[in-house]
């Protein structure tokens, strides 16, 4: 295990954070440019978003169905990855939806994310894993939980 530098750190935590922005701007060209080519999105319950054009897709079609959204990340923790070129990282959300009907959902939750160096200076989401610490109004959207729980004790997934 390979202990990211402060400059990894500062990029990758860049990346997160560009994330959050991109989907608020409901850019789905930019987020899907965050991911690598076969990244993986997992939000549980078997709902896997695989390749870069399916995250465009979700951002496009799921996510700009919203009048507006707002995420909001912390707690952001970059680890030691296998090698120089490959990081974990970890940190909470909170995300605000608002629908066409004035509909209003929150989630929070932690984004569990694997990513790996595609340039001497830009990181690519990998993987992302959603879990859920709780949320609000996604039920009546859904008609089931909408999303998977994140386990109570120990730090990840």
Do not use: K
Not at 98 to 109: K, L, N, P
Not at 136 to 144: K, L, P, Y
């Amino acid at each position: 295990m390979t202990s990211p530098s402060a400059a990894d750190i500062a990029a990758v935590t860049d990346v997160l954070l560009d994330y959050c922005e991109a989907v608020d701007a409901s850019d789905a060209d930019a987020v899907a440019a965050l991911f690598t080519t076969d990244a993986v999105m997992d939000y549980g319950f078997g709902q896997f978003f695989s390749g870069r054009d399916a995250v465009r897709s979700l951002i496009a079609d799921r996510v700009g169905a919203y009048r507006a959204t707002s995420h909001h990340l912390s707690n952001i923790r970059v680890l030691s990855g296998p090698t120089n070129d490959a990081v974990a990282a970890r940190s909470y959300v909170h995300a605000w939806h608002e629908r066409a009907d004035g509909t209003q959902m929150t989630i929070f939750g932690r984004y569990f994310d694997e990513l790996v160096r595609d340039t001497d200076t830009r990181w690519r989401i990998a993987r992302r894993t959603l879990r859920a610490a709780g949320w609000s109004g996604f039920d009546a959207v859904v008609g089931r939980e909408p999303f998977e729980r994140l386990p109570r004790r120990g730090t990840g997934i």
